[in-house]
């Protein structure tokens, strides 16, 4: 395993509400600084939640490893990552009807970016998803004896996404008013699907290291 495998988890990290409050905040008075806003504290939270799970992995690995061997230690890894996922796909698959944007969601018209910070921090780590995510990153990465920088891909490309309807605003101005609906619209409705295709393959993945 190698960063370019945790990659696609990132699609989980921003699927529905995440990526649909960047779309009202990037339709609010102050776009710019209040989706930069989101975005810092989205990338805030992502690199301390899968740094945390990485050290965590990395010292269980060590302390624990050194007695019961690596090859054990690193199959009680991989079964705990497995049970993760498993515990992600049943919340993702619960979640998929979600019925609309959360109504405070229709006050983000006005965030300031003190406030879209705020929301990013607290949306990333009171999301289940979220934190089952990085926890899954972080130990699959310390479990491979992926260096701590091999992590900043996935938080890059995480932040990189929740982007899109900002990068949607400069790029196309007024014809963004036609796109981020149906951006947002879209999120509502499939995104679940893209996240259990994801987690199916960070499943088999993690199932082959098991199995050797």
Do not use: C
């Amino acid at each position: 395993m190698n960063f370019l495998t945790i990659l696609p988890m990132a699609v989980v990290m921003v699927a529905g509400t995440q990526l649909v409050a960047a779309v009202f905040l990037a339709s609010a008075d102050r776009p710019r600084a209040a989706s930069l806003g989101y975005l810092a504290g989205a990338g805030l939270v992502v690199t301390g939640g899968v740094t945390a799970s990485w050290l965590v992995t990395r010292v269980v690995k060590v302390d624990v490893g050194a007695g019961l061997g690596r090859r054990a230690i690193e199959s009680r890894i991989d079964v705990v990552v497995l049970a993760l996922l498993v515990v992600l796909a049943v919340v993702v698959f619960l979640r998929r009807h979600t019925a609309g944007p959360p109504r405070w969601m229709g006050g983000l018209q006005r965030a300031s970016p003190a406030y879209a910070l705020r929301l990013g921090v607290l949306l990333f780590l009171a999301m289940p998803t979220d934190d089952l995510t990085m926890l899954t990153v972080g130990a699959s990465a310390a479990r491979h004896d992926l260096p701590w920088w091999h992590l900043l891909p996935f938080v890059l490309l995480t932040v990189g996404l929740l982007a899109l309807p900002l990068l949607a605003l400069l790029l196309l101005g007024h014809r963004a008013e036609v796109v981020l609906p149906r951006m947002r619209d879209w999120a509502q409705r499939n995104s679940w699907v893209v996240s259990e295709i994801v987690i199916g393959f960070f499943v088999l993945m993690t199932a082959a290291d098991l199995l050797r």
